[in-house]
């Protein structure tokens, strides 16, 4: 019984680390945006950034929308587009 439970929790456990670091761009870092411009175009859409990350290939922000509304948003760092949303 253990042995199935083992077995069936395995493949569950073996793809959280894929979904650590997401994959929002395969251009090299040259190209991305710089953080305070990135930054300064976000928050001229109407974003409000309370925490900034860079996990993988992306940027991105926890903070609230025009509406004040919570949001996690992973960004393409070459364009700023939207990759992700929370």
Request: aromatic share 10%; net charge positive.
């Amino acid at each position: 019984m253990k042995l199935i439970s083992i077995l069936t929790a395995l493949p569950l456990l073996l793809s959280v680390p894929a979904l650590a670091k997401k994959s929002c761009t395969d251009e090299p870092k040259s190209k991305w945006m710089k953080v305070e411009d990135f930054k300064k175009k976000v928050e001229s859409e109407g974003y409000k950034i309370e925490k900034f990350k860079q996990p993988g290939s992306c940027y991105e922000i926890y903070g609230t929308d025009k509406s004040g509304q919570q949001v996690e948003i992973y960004f393409n760092p070459v364009d700023g587009s939207v990759a992700k949303k929370k």
